[in-house]
């Protein structure tokens, strides 16, 4: 929503800018080339450009679990989204260390 809102507002101000900039500069500068005329005049790029709004962190977690009489040591990565609070818990390594 907010990238319609930001996009809707650039081309608002782009029609009410660029023709009163234009019919100045043609007054202005009566010898243009072609080249000059058929460029560009400002660049929109819709897309992905700020990746920073799906962030994720990642934290690796290591805890002693006793199942049974063996004691393992488990590795966890565990991803937190931002976005709507879930986690992710995933599994890296279980090794056991010792009996009880």
Do not use: C, H, W
């Amino acid at each position: 929503m907010k990238k319609f809102l930001a996009l809707s507002l650039l081309l608002l101000s782009a029609v009410a800018f660029v023709p009163s900039a234009e019919a100045k500069s043609k007054d202005a500068n009566s010898n243009l080339t072609a080249n000059n005329a058929a460029a560009p005049q400002i660049r929109i790029q819709v897309g992905r450009g700020n990746r920073r709004s799906n962030q994720r962190a990642t934290r690796i977690v290591t805890r002693n679990v006793r199942r049974g009489r063996q004691i393992y040591r488990e590795t966890y990565r565990v991803t937190y989204n931002y976005r709507n609070g879930r986690t992710r818990t995933e599994l890296i390594s279980r090794v056991r260390i010792g009996r009880y």
